[in-house]
């Protein structure tokens, strides 16, 4: 598959590949070329090998597929639970994986450090065995580095790619081009974390703000592709306190993510996506989580610490739901229709979308029971709706700040967190001989994030904005980790830091040239 | 707001070409002629340890000059940024000759014992200023600086003992005028003049302090050394093996900690009130007073004051400690010091021994032969249990780690 030809696209060569590519170009003219590209890899890339199972390297890689399911029928058709995230797959049974042909999906590789932190899980699990033909690795872009590929126990990897010899700035150029994909199709939340339900707006946008603002801070920004963009920042005060009852014995529910990101779809159409993930600690000393119902829908996987954290997330990221749709109650019947996602499970079943990306993280989630919960969630919030119009509600100012400035803070954020992350790295020796850090993923907590914001005197609610903002542009990643505690706790939180070598070598150039916003 | 217009100020686009190399060529030729300026001043002016012969500094008050002005020059910067910017958008020079158009490309690095300036890319380790300037010198003849390293240590600049003295191209402002403004040599000048009255232990405090968050985070980072060979100490208490080597790293950085503490107080607020009785440029004296915090505002802050009694029991008990270990290792000295060095550690003894008793540890014996089963013995097991004990109580108290 990997003979070149002497086509030449971007200044590099496309593989070979069959009469269909050709057909593919001319017939979807009207899709960007990176979209076609991607999926003449993917699709190419399945028919050879023929995979079974596909596991996607978190995070772009896994937007990506996201992304191109959406619009192509036959990757479409690919069953949802036989895709699994690479965070997930050290929580997994291996017999999931075992006699299995497996195709391994990343989008881009300078190093390949993530590719082989995979295949030594797999291979420390018993899954990856040398010249086992069943596992074989896809990865669409390949920096020059790489060229000669990464030797792994006597294979070459990747098996599959597209681009490679990439210089920096070509290698840099395909991933602004993967990014722009993405914000193109929604964002890079179509990862596999988030759940969402979508809202069509018929009336005015400024109401529709203004009902999410009753109590809540709203930002409003405008992504690179020019989509709407809503951040809807929940403080830690009443009535946005999370049920800490309801989580694990310890979980931290305050200065974590908490909000809601509104994404326009096109025409009029929104994505409601909750996000909360509260801090678990590592050891959990009772059997969680106790409430049947609960059990139900998370499954079995919620018995590892990771998996805890995930379960005990989507569990917030419900009662965010809930906020927002009482929230948005408020707004007349008419202003607005609110479409639920469907049972994946129940062929007849109500609804336009599935939430099937969801197994990928939540490999035993209960989708039928998910789908009631967020109907359930729904049919409420419409009930307090009607007795919440009859209230007049003053209405809340709160300082405009465009887009501009919003994306000029979003690169000092960034600046200054990759220089607190680079001090830590430095002071306490986490670097090898050859100065890369010992210790990955290493990032900043929320809270931490949000101080370093406080300190460039930004309000919170900008700063959540600003993590959207960032993580649309794919210059800061998220981890769901291990982090200390002074007083020897061990917590699963969320971390956060710049996406990769590009990234970070780009915000050390940029603080080198301009300085950092304020002296730290 | 739906419908915002999208500005364009994003990473990539932020970024210059070839940009780094000349701020990094301005910084050098600039920091060069504010140490000329300072090496050739004729005023009066103490000289102190840092500046072994005259107009000289040891390393590391040179690497905290370097500090100093990375900081300054960057908060100067700062004022400037948004004109460089639209300068750069409108593609227009016109008054560019009252613009500061670089910052100082310069990292804040972390050295053995806390900040410094140089470069760090996570592709290799921290690269010191002394490094960089001393391999200029050598690679391209740099004639800004003049760096010797000491003998026992010919390749290594960043060795305590180098010495630095001013190189001779930096005698004037001419060599300036070539590729730095008019308000960057104004603004340079004054730096000079404000500075050059320091003495090495004052540039030292200068640019080793900053605001009490960072200070405090100084003393920490001093502590945790100081608690890495505090455990070897232990671990060798427990094995009798020679602890002599632990016990000074440990002493090493526990005087640290207590210095930036509590010992610099006085150094720093006599720099800052010179610094800014000189300085008469508006702008750079708006970012002295931004970087530079008031001596008050720093030593007297609840971080830093609740690491005073910690680093200073630290330092004591160190002290102790090692002098222990000599004698350990000596047991000739123990009661008669006759050698230079038995001299040297009888007397940090007696320094060490009421420092002890003033942070409430009396347990320890008060004299070196008390320590000992018999003249040429073995540590008493009784002062090893307390010593541990002691050591232990130190190693588990950092305020705020």
């Given amino acids: 598959m990997n003979r070149a030809v002497p086509e030449t696209v971007l200044g590099v060569r496309l593989i070979e590949g069959n009469h269909e590519r050709h057909t593919d170009l001319a017939f979807e003219s009207s899709i960007p070329l990176i979209d076609r590209q991607l999926r003449m890899f993917l699709r190419q890339s399945m028919e050879q090998h023929r995979p079974e199972l596909m596991i996607v ?189 309801r989580f694990p014995r310890g979980t931290v529910c305050e200065r974590i993510v908490k909000k809601c990101r509104i994404v326009e779809r096109g025409d009029s159409e929104f994505a409601i996506i909750p996000i909360a993930f509260p801090a678990v600690e590592k050891v959990c000393e009772t059997d969680w989580p106790s409430d049947p119902q609960d059990v139900d829908l998370l499954g079995r996987s919620v018995k590892t610490p990771v998996g805890r954290f995930y379960g005990v997330g989507l569990l917030a990221a419900l009662e965010v739901l809930r906020w927002v749709l009482r929230d948005l109650a408020i707004l007349d019947e008419g202003e607005y229709t609110l479409s639920l996602p469907r049972n994946p499970e129940e062929p007849n079943s109500l609804g336009g979308y599935c939430l099937d990306h969801l197994y990928a993280v939540y490999p035993t989630l209960n989708m039928g029971e998910l789908v009631r919960r967020i109907s359930t969630i729904a049919k409420a919030a419409r009930s307090d709706g009607r007795l919440l119009r009859s ?130 | 707001m739906r419908g915002d217009v999208t500005v364009d100020f994003e990473l990539y686009q932020g970024l210059r070409s070839g940009r780094e190399g000349s701020s990094f060529e301005r910084t050098f030729r600039a920091l060069g002629f504010l140490f000329h300026g300072w090496s050739t001043f004729h005023g009066k002016r103490k000289q102190t340890f840092e500046e072994p012969e005259q107009g000289c500094l040891r390393a590391i008050a040179f690497d905290k000059l370097g500090m100093l002005f990375t900081q300054v020059w960057r908060e100067v910067f700062r004022a400037y940024e948004p004109r460089v910017r639209e300068m750069l958008e409108s593609r227009s020079l016109g008054d560019v000759k009252n613009l500061v158009l670089f910052s100082s490309p310069l990292d804040e690095v972390i050295g053995k014992h806390g900040r410094g300036s140089g470069l760090y890319d996570a592709k290799s380790p921290p690269v010191y200023l002394l490094e960089i300037l001393y391999n200029l010198q050598i690679d391209q003849g740099m004639p800004y600086f003049d760096i010797r390293p000491p003998g026992k240590a010919p390749d290594r600049p960043t060795h305590h003992e180098t010495i630095i003295s001013a190189g001779r191209e930096c005698e004037d402002v001419q060599h300036l005028s070539d590729s730095f403004t008019d308000r960057e040599i104004d603004i340079l000048k004054d730096f000079r003049n404000s500075v050059r009255h320091l003495d090495g232990s004052q540039i030292r405090a200068l640019g080793t ?25 232990i671990d060798c208490l427990k094995q009798e093996t020679c602890f002599l080597d632990s016990s000074r790293q440990m002493a090493e950085y526990a005087r640290e900690a207590y210095w930036k503490s509590h010992g610099n107080e006085e150094d720093y607020k006599t720099a800052r009130d010179a610094v800014l009785s000189e300085v008469q440029d508006g702008e750079l004296r708006t970012a002295i007073l ?112």
Avoid at chain 1, 438 to 446: E, T, Y
């Fill in chain 1, 57 to 245: 390297v978190e995070r772009k890689g896994t937007a990506i597929l996201r992304a191109l399911r959406e619009s192509d029928d036959r990757l479409s058709k690919w069953p949802s639970h036989d895709i699994v995230s690479s965070n997930e797959v050290e929580r997994l049974p291996c017999d999931l994986f075992r006699n299995k042909r497996i195709l391994i999906f990343d989008d881009m590789m300078k190093r390949g450090i993530h590719i082989r932190k995979l295949l030594e899980l797999l291979r420390g699990r018993g899954i990856w065995k040398p010249n086992d033909e069943r596992i074989r690795v896809a990865v669409f872009a390949l920096h020059e580095i790489s060229s000669k590929g990464l030797p792994f126990h006597g294979e070459t990897i990747p098996h599959f790619w597209f681009y490679r010899d990439l210089t920096q700035s070509a290698y840099q150029s395909a991933r602004i081009q993967i990014v722009k994909m993405l914000q193109r199709a929604g964002s890079l939340l179509l990862d596999t974390e988030h759940l969402e339900v979508r809202a069509k707006l018929h009336g005015s946008f400024n109401r529709f703000v203004d009902a999410l603002r009753r109590k809540a801070d709203v930002i409003v920004f405008t992504s690179s592709d020019n989509r709407t963009n809503v951040t809807v920042f929940y403080p830690d005060r009443a009535p946005y306190v999370l049920p800490s009852h």
């Fill in chain 1, 391 to 520: 209230i007049k509600f003053p209405r809340r100012r709160q300082a405009l700040c465009g887009t501009g400035e919003l994306r000029k803070w979003a690169v000092h954020l960034l600046q200054v967190m990759r220089h607190v992350l680079d001090q830590r790295i430095m002071s306490h020796d986490l670097y090898d001989s050859s100065g890369r850090c010992l210790k990955h993923p290493f990032g900043l907590r929320a809270r931490e994030i949000f101080a370093i914001g406080r300190r460039l005197r930004l309000e919170d609610a900008v700063i959540s904005a600003l993590f959207d903002i960032l993580i649309d542009e794919a210059n800061i990643v998220t981890h769901s980790g291990e982090v200390e505690e002074g007083n020897n706790i061990s917590r699963i939180a969320r971390t956060f830091e710049p996406d990769g070598e590009v990234v970070s070598e780009a915000v050390r150039r940029y603080s080198r040239q301009w300085g950092l916003p304020i002296a730290w």
């Fill in chain 2, 209 to 233: 302090h900053r605001g009490p968050e960072q200070t405090a985070d100084d003393v920490r980072w001093e502590l945790r050394k100081a608690r890495v060979f505090c455990d070897r100490v």
């Fill in chain 2, 290 to 401: 931004t970087i530079q915090r008031p001596a008050d505002d720093i030593w007297s802050a609840k971080p830093v004051q609740d690491l005073v009694p910690v680093s200073r029991k630290a330092w004591a008990v160190s002290r102790y400690v090692q002098c222990g270990a000599f004698f350990r290792k000596n047991p000739s000295q123990r009661v008669r010091q006759v050698s230079r060095t038995g001299k040297h550690f009888k007397h940090q003894w007696e320094e060490c021994y009421p420092d002890l008793t003033a942070c409430g540890i009396s347990v320890l014996p008060q004299r070196p032969p008390d320590l000992f089963d018999s003249p040429a013995g073995h540590i008493r097991q009784e002062v090893l249990d307390r010593v541990a004990e002691v050591l232990n109580e130190v190693r588990l108290e950092i305020p705020g780690d």
